[in-house]
């Protein structure tokens, strides 16, 4: 059975930093692209970051990604969302995916960590 699990997010106040984990399990952890995405309540899921199969590409959405690193760590089977300087618009669910090498969608979904940003 394949299992993401998201942990990491918290009440935070504004200007610090968290890092927010997606540990997988059940799945060939070589072989998926994990990414991260949001849900702030009243808005649509927002995609955050990414990370390919390989590790060697990541990709994230413009307004974070001089603030927000992803990350994997192939012996824990682990991908990381270090987020830095936070801001209370950063408040959401934060899901973790994980897509298949080759496949168009992302094929499993996490629970979700929230994350509150306090000013």
């Known amino acids: 059975q394949v299992q993401l699990v998201e942990s990491g997010g918290g009440l935070v106040q504004a200007g610090v930093s968290l890092r927010l984990s997606c540990t997988t399990s059940g799945l060939t952890f070589s072989t998926y692209a994990i990414g991260w995405f949001c849900h702030a309540p009243g808005k649509e899921n927002r995609f955050v970051a990414a990370i390919d199969w390989t590790g060697s590409s990541t990709y994230s959405r413009d307004s974070v990604k001089d603030r927000f690193t992803i990350s994997r760590d192939s012996a824990k089977n682990t991908v990381y969302l270090q987020m830095s300087n936070l801001r209370p618009e950063d408040k959401a669910v934060y899901y973790c995916?994980?897509?298949?090498?080759?496949?168009?969608?992302?094929?499993?979904w996490g629970r979700g960590t929230q994350v509150t940003v306090y000013s």
């Open positions: 995916a994980a897509r298949r090498s080759g496949d168009d969608g992302y094929n499993y």
